[in-house]
């Protein structure tokens, strides 16, 4: 433990010297840029086109096409990556900057001891480590206790102060009291501990909680729908239904859509009726709530890599050796069932479960349970782009979009373990992992 604790103080501090490395960087002129990878996977159908480039100019796509369609300026840089297909930049649709994996640290003790200073400066980390692995977009759904830090970590990624992703961030995230920890239940009750979301009780409270949220600069409001407050710790719904429209409605009435946290079949068929704009999780959910979700337009995102990991933590599960746990195989028969129903899944992991960077471990495990690597890759580039509402911006390449953009060595759209290898990674024109260079 103490060595892990001095690896990751050196860690920040190799991050207060990036930061001042990418200050020149940032300021590059973003220019003209050609692309020549081996095939390029649009998103716009299923098929990779080889012998295609793409024409980069000012942040922008310009165009995408066969080789010699494409008219690139004289003074074009010009990337050349054989064997590698460039894709849109991926997404991840739940993650949690502000977490690092529970073997490395309990979720208690994390919350507990980690001051927040310090867990922001990992957040800078993660966001890096992130970016660089070929995703330029994130939902994180929630600080665990950071606070608003969320907020200023997006501003320093678009403002060009340190390397990340795209961010839209859930801040504080809403939790009913007394249903989310730290404790209270193992801790002496005469104890103030700090909480890992923001607490509210009755309808007035859960509206000021969005309007707050809202207003110090949440995209997105997560709610917890259910937790483990049943005898025993059972999963069970913590808001009234009336709670939980309120939640809801005071979101949808500011423009911020809804992200519920719901492992339980009561849970996600409230969310859903209360109608939230994504569950996250759903492992209980029978097929006639999912049937609901489908109804509803409501998307869904399994997380399936972080039952995975608990599992390797806490249950001994060993990867390509154990047999699945009772909990893997209940996710993995509530995606199955989304996937039979044409439920809209999103590719969203609860990366901080799990180390940042291996975010390509959620598309992976959505093709081993059931998804074809092409319906995995929409997931993570289109699809989510629509769940994020920003289809006019990212999420294909396609002229006139952001030129967020990344290559992975093979062809991810028939081996999707090919995303474990990025070449090249491309936010809003600038490269910043290239085959010749990685940060």
């Known amino acids: 433990m103490r060595m892990s604790l001095v690896i990751r103080w050196q860690t920040a501090a190799a991050l207060l010297i990036l930061f001042c490395s990418l200050s020149a960087s940032a300021a590059t002129p973003k220019g003209d840029w050609l692309l020549l990878p081996e095939r390029v996977w649009t998103a716009d159908g299923d098929a990779a086109h080889v012998g295609w480039a793409v024409l980069v100019h000012d942040g922008m796509i310009a165009a995408v096409g066969p080789v010699a369609s494409i008219h690139a300026p004289t003074d074009a840089r010009r990337i050349d990556m054989p064997g590698a297909t460039l894709t849109p930049g991926l997404t991840d649709l739940h993650s949690h900057l502000f977490l690092h994996p529970y073997n490395e640290t309990l979720w208690n003790d994390q919350v507990l001891t980690e001051p927040q200073d310090y867990r922001t400066l990992e957040a800078a980390v993660h966001a890096k480590a992130t970016l660089l692995a070929g995703f330029t ?11 608003y830090a969320d907020v200023s970590v997006k501003r320093a990624i678009e403002e060009g102060l340190i390397p990340g992703p795209r961010l839209f961030v859930a801040t504080r995230a809403i939790v009913a009291t007394a249903s989310y920890g730290p404790g209270p239940r193992g801790f002496r009750p005469d104890i103030a501990l700090p909480g890992g979301a923001q607490e509210v009780s009755g309808v007035d409270a859960a509206m000021a909680a969005v309007r707050e949220q809202a207003a110090r600069g949440a995209d997105w409001i997560k709610i917890y729908g259910d937790y483990r407050v049943g005898p025993d710790g059972t999963t069970a719904p913590t808001f009234t239904p009336a709670e939980l429209k309120a939640l809801v409605d005071t979101a949808h009435q500011i423009g911020r859509p809804v992200a519920v946290h719901a492992a339980s079949d009561a ?76 439920v809209t899944i999103g590719n969203g992991s609860d990366v901080g479960v799990f180390r940042h960077g291996d975010n ?18 929409h997931a993570a580039t289109d699809v989510a782009a629509k769940i994020l509402r920003q289809s006019q911006h990212f ?23 090919a995303l474990q290898h990025p070449v090249f990674v491309m936010k809003a024109g600038l490269p910043y992992r290239t085959p010749d260079h990685i940060p």
Do not use: C, N
């Not at 806490?314 to 699945?324: K, L, N, R």
């Not at 294909?396 to 081996?415: E, H, V, Y």
């Open 137 to 147: 977009t994130l939902r994180d759904l929630g600080t665990e206790g950071a606070g």
């Open 395 to 417: 999420g294909r390449i396609a002229p006139g979009l952001a030129a967020d953009l990344a290559a992975f060595a093979g062809d991810p759209s028939t081996q999707i373990t």
């Open 267 to 342: 849970g996600v068929r409230m969310a859903v009726e209360a109608g939230v704009d994504s569950v996250e999780h759903g492992y209980g959910a029978s097929e006639a709530t999912f049937k609901l979700l489908k109804q509803h337009g409501t998307a869904y995102e399994p997380t399936l890599t972080a039952v995975e990991a608990t599992a390797e933590y806490f249950e001994h599960y060993v990867p390509g050796q154990s047999e699945p746990t009772e909990r893997m195989r209940e996710a993995r028969h509530a995606f199955r069932t989304a996937l039979k129903l044409s």
């Open 360 to 377: 390509w471990r959620e598309p992976a495990a959505m093709v081993a349970d059931g998804m074809t690597p092409v319906q995995a890759l």
